[in-house]
């Protein structure tokens, strides 16, 4: 069993020996069929027995739509991006990360704390800053990256249609053409994942692939990742029915559980 460790000075309230749970992160830039790894991954994980709790970027019910509003505006400066984000990320840590891990489960992210790393410093922010206004972060014990080529990933946006307005980067002034702008914008994005994936020893998997490869793929990787650190599934005794195993509504009613248990003892930092 391993510490939470942070990137930076982390949570003063938190004893890291208190999360024995497991974070995995799936990264990639747009179109590389994260979710559909993150579903595939999801049901093959519980069918093992795992307790597993999932959440996503800009997924936080306090800040998402507030997100959501602000980028239909175009208001967004590169700093108001990233703490918004932030915002976003501290309040899904502080009501679904953290208090799934201290539970023992598998927490799956679509996407983490990297993206915002790449894209703040692709906009312009500084590296050190970023890095530090995440500080608070834990650092994921696996990161699965959905690794693709520019051109592969620019047929996949002209097949899907019209691309995001920021998901293009025009909020950066590349070009007035989407597509054109959607290239550069991607380029300097999977450069940053690259560099990260060296940095942070990232899994490498190649997007180019078979979801159903990629899938077999990620099953090898968690599987001997859990055997590793021994971490262990659900243990139900020998003379227990199966039906009797914890289903996903047992497993969300513990989470939601133990998340108003933390909260309700944890002081605010």
Same mark, same amino acid.
């Given at each position: 069993? @391993?510490?939470?460790?942070?990137?930076?000075?982390?949570?003063?309230?938190?004893?890291?020996? =208190?999360?024995?749970? +497991?974070?995995?992160?799936?990264?990639?830039?747009?179109?590389?069929?994260?979710?559909?790894?993150?579903?595939?991954?999801?049901?093959?994980?519980?069918?093992?027995?795992?307790?597993?709790?999932?959440?996503?970027?800009?997924?936080?019910?306090?800040?998402?739509?507030?997100?959501? !509003?602000?980028?239909?505006?175009?208001?967004?400066?590169?700093?108001?991006?990233?703490?918004?984000?932030?915002?976003?990320?501290?309040?899904?840590?502080?009501? !679904?990360?953290?208090?799934?891990?201290?539970?023992? /489960? +598998? +927490?799956?992210?679509?996407?983490?704390?990297?993206?915002?790393?790449?894209?703040?410093?692709?906009?312009?922010?500084?590296?050190?800053?970023?890095?530090?206004?995440?500080? /608070?972060?834990?650092?994921?014990?696996?990161?699965?990256?959905?690794?693709?080529?520019?051109?592969?990933?620019?047929?996949?946006?002209?097949?899907? *249609?019209? $691309?995001?307005?920021?998901?293009? *980067?025009?909020?950066?002034?590349?070009?007035?053409?989407?597509? =054109?702008? /959607?290239?550069?914008?991607?380029?300097?994005?999977?450069?940053?994942?690259?560099?990260?994936?060296? !940095?942070?020893?990232? #899994?490498?998997?190649?997007?180019?692939?078979?979801?159903?490869?990629?899938? !077999?793929?990620?099953?090898?990787? $968690?599987?001997?990742?859990?055997?590793?650190?021994?971490? #262990?599934?659900?243990? $139900?005794?020998?003379?227990?029915?199966?039906?009797?195993?914890?289903?996903?509504?047992?497993?969300?009613?513990?989470?939601?559980?133990?998340?108003?248990? $933390?909260? @309700? @003892?944890?002081?605010?930092?």
């Amino acid at each position: 069993m @391993s510490q939470l460790q942070f990137f930076g000075n982390g949570l003063p309230y938190v004893k890291t020996s =208190d999360y024995p749970g +497991v974070l995995i992160s799936i990264e990639g830039t747009d179109g590389v069929g994260r979710t559909t790894q993150m579903i595939m991954l999801r049901e093959w994980l519980e069918v093992q027995g795992y307790g597993v709790v999932e959440t996503g970027w800009t997924r936080s019910p306090l800040i998402g739509r507030t997100i959501a !509003e602000a980028k239909q505006g175009r208001s967004l400066n590169r700093f108001t991006y990233s703490l918004l984000y932030a915002a976003d990320f501290a309040d899904r840590l502080e009501k !679904e990360i953290l208090p799934a891990l201290r539970s023992g /489960f +598998v +927490v799956l992210s679509d996407r983490y704390v990297f993206t915002a790393f790449a894209r703040d410093v692709v906009r312009g922010c500084d590296r050190d800053w970023t890095r530090d206004l995440f500080g /608070f972060a834990p650092i994921p014990q696996l990161v699965l990256y959905l690794k693709i080529d520019v051109p592969t990933l620019i047929r996949r946006a002209i097949s899907r *249609g019209m $691309v995001d307005f920021f998901e293009a *980067g025009m909020d950066m002034n590349l070009g007035d053409d989407p597509y =054109d702008s /959607f290239k550069q914008y991607q380029t300097l994005l999977t450069r940053e994942y690259n560099n990260m994936a060296r !940095e942070f020893n990232f #899994h490498l998997l190649n997007a180019r692939m078979k979801p159903e490869r990629i899938h !077999e793929r990620i099953r090898t990787i $968690v599987s001997d990742f859990f055997a590793q650190r021994k971490f #262990h599934n659900w243990q $139900v005794p020998d003379d227990v029915e199966p039906a009797s195993k914890p289903t996903s509504k047992k497993i969300a009613a513990a989470a939601a559980s133990q998340a108003a248990s $933390v909260r @309700s @003892s944890t002081p605010n930092p």
